[in-house]
């Protein structure tokens, strides 16, 4: 049994959201048949007020809800819309595990307009604002609580797309729901308001001043809310609703001003109201005009109708006088006309005898027609049946027909597979053909590497071909390293100057054939080195230690270098772990008009004792618009067959495949239901992949990369995202 609970905006909007499901199959909740019928509705009508109070709603009451519960167990999947069950979330989420939450969000400004157009004017319009921000920041608790079990959708987007948000829930919980039944086709919602309504500007101007001068956080926790939102339709390209919210928010009115707006809002819709009665009030008095015109016609008709009667009336009168006087003469021939009848009377009586005779003949002629009449019935009946054997054969030969049509399609179907088969088979012999050609060139590599490997072991434990150390005149220690094997790379010259005052030790290392020159102390710390310098200096003192032991020095000169070296030993151990790789790539730059992203791969990459020949993951950013690029950044993992974290989960889906998403929108928040389901190993790990963002976009951008976008949009992006994820996830 699965279970959906719809809620969060009016009954109205609910039922418009709830009609695809129930149009897929989703049974509607069966009542309780007492001795009055109780559903859904009432059990929040009576309940409401006290879960509002957060008091104890009573035994007598709770029980009726898990009769509820169960009246409705035998259906596979059932369910019910309720504005009220937003207060009872936690309550229906307890009582039962299997019921999933569909939460309808309503944007504030839209909800203030319809309230304050269809309400007296005496009402409270800072009261509206508070029951929006309590029920809309209930829901939100509610779902970064139960992440698996709910689904945060926008009202006006759901209604737009009916089917988008079925099919939506239809994945995420797998309902067994015809979701494919239901088309996917956008609507038009009749409820939005317009700017060309009459009084529209002014309810826009009082609905941006409540929500400016409210004491919450409105615009905050929408954009918290969109931000937890799943999008219906990934080719909307409407500009986003938090934009639309925010644009209003830049001119100050002051309170006085404010009220009178209202008043004058108020009179106005009054009026308006005042003239559609008038206009009704109108219209039904040209109705009964136009009746009673009708009436007095009719009347008219049927008094010329009576009249007309009278005058017939009084001529049928004296044509019955005349025939009564007619009737009279009758009578009198009728009496003499009655004796000759009683003298012929006897004769009819012997004639009345020989009838019946013939008559009882007549009755046995029918009675053998009707036993033929049966017979014939017998034989219909018997062909009738004949009939349907017949056709019940043409229907088997039929069928028996489309079977063989059917068979043929099959093996047409197979000779094309098997003509794939083939195809596929000759693109796999020439990837082979291939792959043992690199397969050479890799097994020259490893010989190439072998014959290094033995050098290394005959010189002991050294990474490295040659190494000099040299004494300076001035106190400092010189490395020359030839060939060297630092951080998964070969340096092929190196030369390090190191100096050791007291506490702190300094290497100064420069690389002859990179031309770089850089500096590694104690005091260094891994943000302030590349990907590269902070994979060398990681195994970089152990190897200057090795030089050592074959160095002509003193040993006190040893025994000083080998503390200071192994006091930068620890100084890098101490430093948090950091994303190390060999290569940064761009796999993919993706450009639609509401949707952009990058598509990068790190190859040869480690991460504490994780090692990977390479991994992907796309930095993007939705809901674009011409003037405005960066208000909703994410991180998007991929599902990939060598995967970095250690507990992948898949989140959503887009026309790449199945991936994990981080979301963000501007200017302060985060998906955090998303974040507190991965394990605290592989937050760690986005933390540390979303502080060198910043290097590996300028690792690409040295390569010669150009985009479509401009680098340093994408810095920004990435500078917002860390600034979130620091105020957000501190402990």
């Not at 596979?76 to 936690?90: I, T």
Request: proline share 4%.
């Amino acid at each position: 049994m699965k279970a959906l609970c719809i809620t969060g905006a009016d009954n109205a909007t609910l039922a418009d959201i709830a009609a695809p499901f129930f149009e897929a199959g989703m049974e509607r909740s069966k009542p309780l048949q007492r001795e009055s019928s109780i559903d859904f509705a009432r059990w929040h009508q009576q309940v409401s007020d006290t879960l509002v109070n957060n008091k104890p709603m009573g035994k007598l009451w709770e029980n009726i809800a898990t009769d509820l519960i169960l009246a409705n167990l035998e259906s596979d999947c059932w369910g019910w819309y309720e504005a009220n069950s937003v207060n009872a979330l936690e309550f229906w989420a307890n009582l039962e595990p299997n019921i999933h939450f569909l939460l309808v969000c309503t944007r504030p400004e839209q909800e203030l307009a319809d309230k304050m157009a269809h309400t007296k004017p005496d009402s409270e319009a800072h009261g509206w604002l508070e029951q929006w921000h309590q029920r809309h920041q209930a829901m939100l608790d509610f779902y970064l609580k139960y992440p698996d079990r709910c689904i945060l959708v926008d009202a006006t987007d759901a209604r737009r797309h009916l089917g988008g948000q079925l099919a939506l829930a239809h994945e995420h919980w797998q309902l067994p729901l015809h979701a494919a039944a239901v088309e996917d086709q956008p609507r038009d919602v009749h409820n939005e308001p317009r700017q060309d309504q009459p009084g529209s500007q002014l309810a826009s101007l009082i609905v941006r001043e409540l929500i400016k001068s409210s004491n919450k956080d409105i615009t905050g926790l929408y954009a918290e809310m969109q931000a937890a939102q799943y999008p219906l339709n990934q080719d909307d390209t409407s500009e986003p609703a938090s934009s639309r919210l925010m644009d209003w928010l830049r001119a100050d009115i002051d309170s006085p001003m404010l009220q009178s707006l209202l008043t004058d809002f108020h009179a106005l819709h009054s009026a308006a109201s005042q003239s559609q009665r008038l206009l009704a009030l109108q219209s039904d008095q040209t109705n009964t005009a136009r009746q009673l015109e009708q009436d007095l016609s009719s009347a008219k008709s049927q008094q010329q109708a009576a009249n007309q009667l009278m005058q017939d009336a009084r001529q049928e009168n004296e044509l019955l006088l005349l025939q009564l006087q007619q009737v009279q003469e009758e009578l009198e021939s009728t009496f003499m006309a009655k004796q000759s009848l009683e003298k012929n009377l006897t004769v009819a009586s012997q004639q009345n005898e020989a009838g019946n005779q013939a008559l009882q003949q007549a009755r046995q002629a029918a009675a053998g027609k009707e036993q033929q009449h049966l017979q014939a019935r017998t034989e219909l009946t018997q062909l009738q049946q004949q009939k349907e054997d017949l056709e019940k054969r043409l229907n088997e030969s039929t069928a028996k027909q489309s079977q063989a049509a059917e068979w043929q399609k099959q093996q047409e179907d197979t000779r094309q597979e098997n003509e794939l088969l083939l195809l596929q088979l000759h693109q796999v012999q020439e990837e082979l053909e291939h792959y043992f050609l690199e397969h050479q060139k890799h097994q020259q590599d490893i010989t190439e590497l072998q014959q290094k490997l033995e050098l290394y072991k005959r010189q002991g434990t050294a990474q490295y071909s040659t190494a000099k150390v040299t004494l300076m005149d001035d106190g400092q220690l010189q490395w020359q390293l030839t060939d060297a094997q630092l951080g998964g790379r070969e340096w092929p010259a190196l030369t390090i100057t190191g100096q050791a005052k007291l506490s702190k030790t300094e290497l100064t290392i420069h690389s002859d054939d990179q031309a770089e020159t850089w500096v590694l102390n104690t005091q260094s710390t891994s943000r302030a080195l590349s990907n590269a310098q902070f994979a060398m200096a990681q195994g970089l003192p152990k190897v200057l230690k090795g030089a050592l032991e074959r160095a002509p020095l003193a040993a006190r000169q040893k025994k000083r270098w080998h503390k200071a070296l192994d006091r930068l030993q620890l100084r890098l151990n101490q430093q948090p772990p950091r994303l190390l790789y060999s290569n940064v790539r761009l796999k993919h730059e993706q450009v639609n008009p509401d949707y952009e992203h990058l598509w990068l791969t790190l190859e040869q990459l480690s991460f504490n004792n994780t090692h990977l020949q390479s991994w992907s993951f796309r930095l993007s950013c939705a809901g674009l618009t011409p003037n405005e690029f960066g208000n909703q950044p994410k991180l998007e993992l991929p599902e990939q067959d060598t995967q970095l974290l250690d507990n992948w989960f898949q989140e959503s889906h887009d026309q790449f495949g199945n991936k994990l998403e981080v979301r963000f929108a501007l200017p302060n928040a985060m998906d955090m239901g998303v974040w507190k389901r991965l394990a605290a190993s592989d937050q760690r790990l986005l933390k540390t992949l979303i502080d060198q963002l910043p290097d590996i976009l300028a690792e690409l951008e040295q390569q010669g990369r150009s985009l479509q976008r401009p680098w340093a949009d994408w810095q920004q992006v990435v500078a917002d995202m860390q600034r979130i994820t620091r105020t957000k996830t501190v402990k």
